[in-house]
Each structure stands twice: as structure tokens, then as C-alpha cells.
């Protein structure tokens, strides 16, 4: 089982990317799914989580009104769109998958996908 975070990469401050997180032998609707991030010499943080059903949504307030979480059943994806970003959104962004549902905390996670990089420049 994995979860395959995707779509980081380099983007100037003020631009926007969406982030994706599928699975191979997963079936994300039976999870809630959040995304984590950790920058360099920082602990990894809570950034956005949807249940299952995508009828409850949390945001860290760091990105509350610039990041989206949503899903797709029909694609087994959930994804994350960033705009506004800033060069404090620089980091490793990680999705998890909650089987109890959302959990804003680094423990209570039954999959973790490998990461990917956003990189902002300013």
C-alpha cells in the first residue's frame, strides 16, 4: 500500500500549485486524508484535512483562505491548492491517511505518503 504525493516543484511568491496524493491498493474514500508539511529545521505541521465524506474540512490558520483540500472518489485522489504562496509555505508537503478520522496531530495516521518539495522564490 502507498500513498504517492505529487505536483511540487518551484513556484514564485504570489503563484499558486496544486498538489496531488493518490494510491495504489488504497481505497481513499474509506479515510480522512490531511496534508502535513515540514520546512528545513522545523517540525512537521499540520496544513489541511477533509473526512471522509468531504463534508468536514480543518485548515491550519496559517493557510486558512489560501489552500483548498478536496477529493475525488472517482480518481482515489485528494489534492491541495495552493495560491498566495509565500516563501514561508517553502517545505516537504506530506499527505496521510486517517482511519479514524481527521487527525491534526502527527500521531493517529495509518499511511503516510513519501513527500514532495515546494519550493517558493521570492
Known amino acids: 500500500v502507498q500513498l504517492q504525493a505529487s505536483g511540487g516543484g518551484l513556484v514564485q511568491a504570489g503563484g499558486s500549485l496544486r498538489l496531488s496524493c493518490a494510491s495504489s491498493?488504497?481505497?481513499?474514500?474509506?479515510?480522512?486524508m490531511s496534508w502535513f508539511r515540514q520546512a528545513p529545521g522545523k517540525e512537521r505541521e499540520f496544513v489541511a484535512g477533509?473526512?471522509?465524506?468531504?463534508?468536514?474540512?480543518y485548515y491550519a490558520e496559517s493557510v486558512q483562505g489560501r489552500y483548498t483540500i478536496s477529493r475525488s472518489d472517482a480518481k482515489n485522489t485528494v489534492y491541495l491548492q495552493m495560491s498566495s504562496l509565500k516563501s514561508e509555505d517553502a517545505a516537504v508537503y506530506y499527505c496521510?491517511?486517517?482511519?479514524?478520522?481527521?487527525?491534526?496531530?502527527?500521531?493517529?495516521?495509518?499511511?503516510w505518503g513519501q513527500g514532495t518539495l515546494v519550493t517558493v522564490s521570492s
Open positions: 477533509i473526512s471522509e465524506s468531504g463534508g468536514t474540512i
Open positions: 491498493g488504497l481505497s481513499l474514500r474509506r479515510y480522512a
Open positions: 496521510a491517511a486517517d482511519g479514524e478520522g481527521i487527525s491534526t496531530t502527527l500521531n493517529g495516521h495509518d499511511y
